[in-house]
């Protein structure tokens, strides 16, 4: 049976309040990528990294793009023949509001009963950073690793990583590799490490309603001009049936049979509907008819509104006929939906169903690619055999809701396998008040990876 190598694990121990307090300080940076008033911050987030990257002993450099910045470290200083792995992981992370929800200050990390609370504590600081020391233990104990090594650290993520695939595609050179390894994602419960099978992809989009040329009185004009939320609502009422199946038409024709071995596996995961809805605090759950509720969040698209905006919304009553209307919608997508495809899709849709007397027009805000798992392979068994050595068990397989939107990228661009292994847990928080990291998983993480290079050299 594998173990995690004794001088490493000796390291992380002996180094554990110094590696806290680094990670401490990465946290305290304000990184929120959706606003321009942080753009210092990101830059320093990434100055930041590669910093840690240089501590580590890999050579860092901040690459600045139209966005914000990319962080690539290098270390190829392993024996011929050895693989090349790129980690790949995010500096940038969500806003924090609403602040006055949080129990201590988002950028203030702080630990109570060994969670670790902070904006970025498990996604994704906290999983990148764990890789930084992973390898950081290899170097300083050893002085050497047995793989070579790129990290690519991207501040987008959290916006739809407009700029990454073509950094990807100028620097095809620097960043060519044998396997992409991540850690930006949750394990499936506390003590059962997990590996990614899926992710689903993205379609995001902005519907604007615009009726009359201003808010008019509602008695006035009220019933004689077509009211632009009204006329929201009922091109929202189309996107579904009554089965909460899409109604968009082709919507579904690109979407691949699940792999029968793949659901078996998903049937046999710990998994209970009435834990799941109280932790999501929901009154009831709901979705497509037919289907499991992992099958619907991992297995079949969605069609949401994320937002809605019209009229008036502030105390009391006002009478007014609102001069426009505004939905975001996002789509999340499953192997093998296109962003663009769907974007035609839900275009076409939108122009046929808008009702006359208002004028619809639809943004494509951003998109990413769905993405499915290879499972097979040396770096997905060294995966096995370093989590089940870490985490004293053996990792089961899992899928995945969320979206990480350069991951289909790495395959198309690279031609290298993704392996996604993250070390979250269910109610983490994530994107949301009080985010936190199991502190137990961030130190586990650490030594799962740090084992994970040995395990990928050794076999
Ligand atoms: N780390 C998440 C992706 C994720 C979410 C993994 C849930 C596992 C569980 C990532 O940072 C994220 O939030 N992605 C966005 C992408 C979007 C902004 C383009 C998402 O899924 O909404
Ligand atoms: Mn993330
Ligand atoms: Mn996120």
Known sequence: MTLVPADLDAYLTANDDRIRGELFDFLRIPSVSARSEHDADTVRAAEWTARSLGAAGLTATVHP???????????????????TVLVYGHYDVQPAEPLELWTSPAFEPTVRDGRLYARGSVDDKGQLFLHIKALEAHLKVRGTLPVNVIVLAEGEEEVGSEHLASFIEQHVDLLRCDAVVISDSAMFAPGLPSVLSSLRGLAYFQIDV?????DLHSGSYGGAVVNPAMALARILATLHDDDGRIAIPGFYDAVDEWPAAVREQMRSLPFDDEHFRAEAGSPALGGERGYTVLERLWTRPTCEVNGLLSGYTGEGAKTVLPARAMAKVSCRLVPDQDPTEIEGLMKAHLARVSPSGVTTTVTHLHGGRPWRAELKGPLFEAARRALAAAFGREPVITGEG???????DFG????????????????ENAHAPDEWMSMENFTTGMRAIATLWDELAAH
């Open 402 to 408: 969320g979206s990480i939107p350069v991951v289909g």
């Open 412 to 427: 198309r661009i690279l031609g290298a396998p993704v392996l996604l292994v993250g070390f979250g847990l269910p109610g």
């Open 210 to 214: 615009q009726g009359p040329a201003q």
């Open 65 to 83: 793009t139209a966005g914000h910045p990319v962080v690539v470290g290098e270390w190829r200083g392993a024996p011929p023949g050895a693989q």
